[in-house]
């Protein structure tokens, strides 16, 4: 969570590693974050399980809280300046 909440607040353009996330195509940036929440959503399920959650309540919370955690990382983008943008809790067509 740490990791997926750092790399939501890098500004684009800013330093060398940065500079490299605008070279990429909008949509290969919007997707990269699917496969960290993902994992997260995996990572909250196991532990929920391994905790004696039933799995038809472990799956579903797991899911919950990965989302709701990508929409405060979109909401602390709003105080980062060129970072913030609706764009990209949708894929752009």
């Known amino acids: 969570m740490v990791l997926l909440g750092r790399d939501a607040m890098i500004s684009p353009g800013v330093g060398f590693f940065r500079g490299l996330i605008v070279m990429l195509p909008l949509t290969v940036t919007a997707m990269s974050y699917a496969p960290a929440h ?8 196991v532990g929920l399980l391994q905790r004696g959650w039933p799995q038809h309540y472990a799956l579903p919370t797991g899911m919950s809280a990965a989302f709701a955690f990508g929409l405060v990382m979109e909401i ?5 300046p060129d970072v913030s943008s609706i764009a990209d809790m949708s894929f752009p067509t």
């Open 38 to 45: 993902g994992l997260l959503t995996w990572l909250l399920t």
């Open 76 to 80: 602390c983008q709003a105080f980062v």
